[in-house]
């Protein structure tokens, strides 16, 4: 890519800064000279906005533009909790394959669930589809550089290797379309934009870095004429797989770095350096929060280790469940031996206290669980995918009197 020369003979220079936390990779962090010098910046919209915004010069001109993202290949799509520094060899995660995991199955019986029971599991590919159009006519609306028309037919063309892995062509599109938008601000990108290519860095066999195979049954749904069930797809390790043979081999990995999680011989990437929830009082958490999402969701089930600094004669959490559940649902909190239980109705609020008596530098395995599973992009009402039970509003760790 041409563009860190172009801008050097124009007296520029340019700095990366991830827009979105990479569990696996040291952040890059500007210095004060690169800051006050910045003349533009061009920052992808996400969750997370530009942490350095506040120390950029008042004149700074901004140019917002889009994560390049489809959700329709691969509806299924999750983030995987059970990958492992040093052992992550998967792009995917996939909420069918880790709901079977997670019963404890052997990787046989998740791989047949998953091959033969399609019609179970399945979603509704055309309200995926509304949906899906909508959150990118919705980006083009809100950003600075449109995108919609470049990603959005992903049923004529492979366009797509991964959820957010584009191909070639899609990348040079946006790329020259990027530089054109922000040549109205620093005038030498115009040149830029008229010849901007990425065929040095698409020639690499490592670029995409990594690829996710499309479920057949997706494939036939949305009538890819030009889905190959023989094709092979790019791991993280660098192998070539097919389908099955990744499917297979990123249901041993997950159940083996499941393992390993759970007997505390390694942390997962996500969990451990990811969201703890905040509790007031003498506890505090220890070791990974399995399924608390930084935003004060609680996926169906929360599993984390407590402990008290000082005798806790009670532990109370108050939460929310959100009015896009269906029905009411059971919730259940449990620290040590002592349990509590209360049912809540879509739309309300709830307190849940668990008397457990805990000494001072003692640790109890705290679990907090939902009977009813909501994913607002199944559901129609959302693009969140994640798997949510209830929000999580407060801990509170009272002391022993």
Not at 67 to 75: C, D, G, K, R
Not at 191 to 216: C, K
Not at 231 to 240: D, F, H, K, N, V
Request: aromatic share 8%; net charge negative; glycine share 8%.
């Amino acid at each position: 890519m041409a563009a860190a020369g172009d801008l050097r003979d124009a007296g520029y220079s340019s700095f990366f800064v991830r827009s979105w936390t990479h569990q696996a990779v040291a952040e890059t962090v500007p210095t004060r000279e690169q800051l006050d010098a910045c003349v533009l910046l061009l920052e992808q919209d996400g969750p997370e906005a530009f942490p350095y915004r506040a120390a950029l010069p008042a004149d700074c001109a901004t140019v917002r533009l889009p994560a390049l993202t489809t959700n329709l290949l691969w509806p299924f799509q999750a983030v995987n909790p059970y990958n492992v520094r040093g052992n992550a060899r998967d792009f995917m995660g996939n909420r069918v394959l880790l709901r079977a995991i997670e019963r404890d199955w052997d990787a046989d019986a998740v791989l047949a669930y998953y091959n033969e029971r399609y019609d179970e599991y399945r979603v509704d590919l055309a309200r995926l589809g509304e949906i899906e159009r909508e959150r990118l006519r919705a980006l083009d609306e809100r950003l600075d550089v449109p995108a919609a028309d470049l990603v959005s037919d992903v049923i004529s063309a492979p366009i797509f290797g991964a959820p957010a892995h584009p191909r070639a062509g899609v990348l040079e599109a946006f790329g020259r379309r990027l530089f054109a938008r922000a040549a109205r601000d620093v005038p030498a990108l115009a040149a830029l934009a008229e010849r901007f290519s990425i065929a040095a860095i698409a020639a690499d066999p490592r670029f995409g870095q990594g690829e996710v195979p499309i479920d057949p049954g997706v494939a036939a749904e949305l009538g890819l004429s030009w889905y190959d069930p023989a094709a092979t797809y790019l791991r993280l390790t660098g192998e070539r797989l097919t389908r099955d043979e990744y499917l297979h081999a990123f249901v041993e990995t997950t159940i083996e770095n499941r393992r390993l999680v759970r007997a505390g011989a390694a942390p997962a990437i996500g969990t451990a350096d990811g969201f703890r929830p905040a509790i007031d009082g003498p506890a505090t958490v220890v070791g990974p929060a399995m399924g608390m999402y930084a935003d004060g969701f609680a996926a169906p089930q929360v599993r984390f280790a407590l402990e008290a600094s000082a005798p806790v004669e009670r532990f109370t959490i108050e939460g929310y469940y959100p009015p896009q559940h269906r029905g009411r649902a059971t919730v259940a909190c449990t620290l040590g031996d002592a349990s509590a239980t209360t049912t809540v109705e879509p739309g309300n609020a709830f307190a849940l206290a668990v008397c457990a008596d805990l000494a001072a530098g003692a640790r109890a395995t705290f679990t907090l669980s939902c009977s009813e599973t909501l994913n607002m992009l199944e559901a129609g009402t959302g693009t969140d995918n994640r798997d949510l039970g209830v929000l999580v509003l407060t801990m509170v760790a009272t002391p022993a009197t």
